[in-house]
């Protein structure tokens, strides 16, 4: 997501480096458990990016998990549709699964910043 130019920077869209997993990974299931934790502190919304196998992911499923447990609120962001760095789309894959009793709305990324009020970098 933050290497299509969708978003208006890693720094505000709040994106950790993929090197922070990396490590976390080394510790096992135990380090990648604290790092979603960690991220997971002070938040009320947990925006949950879904992709075509977002469902099946367990540590997608454990954030979700985590954040239904601290009573944050749930929104979902369809991202199937934008291309990789081979310029290619993939197919919409299921909602994540969450509690029955729990609103979880799900939009389409329009890709459209200018409309959120957000600056592009294009100006």
Same mark, same amino acid.
């Given at each position: 997501?933050?290497?299509?130019?969708?978003?208006?920077?890693?720094? +505000? #869209? @709040?994106?950790?480096?993929?090197?922070?997993?990396?490590?976390?990974?080394?510790?096992?299931?135990? @380090?990648?458990?604290?790092?979603?934790?960690?991220? /997971?502190? $002070?938040?009320?919304?947990?925006? +949950?990016?879904? @992709?075509?196998?977002?469902?099946?992911?367990? %540590?997608?499923?454990?954030?979700?998990?985590? =954040?239904?447990?601290?009573?944050? $609120? /749930? /929104?979902?962001?369809?991202?199937?549709?934008?291309?990789?760095? =081979? @310029? &290619?789309? !993939? &197919?919409?894959?299921?909602?994540?699964? +969450?509690?029955? !009793?729990?609103?979880?709305?799900?939009?389409? %990324?329009?890709?459209?910043?200018?409309? #959120?009020?957000?600056?592009?970098?294009?100006?």
């Amino acid at each position: 997501m933050r290497n299509c130019n969708v978003v208006a920077g890693a720094d +505000v #869209a @709040g994106f950790f480096d993929r090197c922070e997993y990396e490590e976390a990974k080394k510790t096992k299931d135990e @380090g990648i458990r604290r790092m979603i934790l960690r991220h /997971l502190e $002070g938040t009320s919304v947990t925006v +949950v990016l879904i @992709g075509n196998q977002t469902a099946y992911r367990p %540590w997608v499923k454990y954030e979700i998990e985590q =954040s239904v447990a601290r009573s944050n $609120g /749930l /929104l979902g962001i369809q991202i199937h549709h934008l291309k990789n760095s =081979s @310029g &290619l789309a !993939s &197919l919409a894959g299921p909602r994540p699964a +969450v509690p029955a !009793s729990l609103i979880f709305p799900i939009f389409a %990324w329009d890709d459209d910043l200018e409309c #959120a009020g957000l600056k592009t970098g294009k100006e």
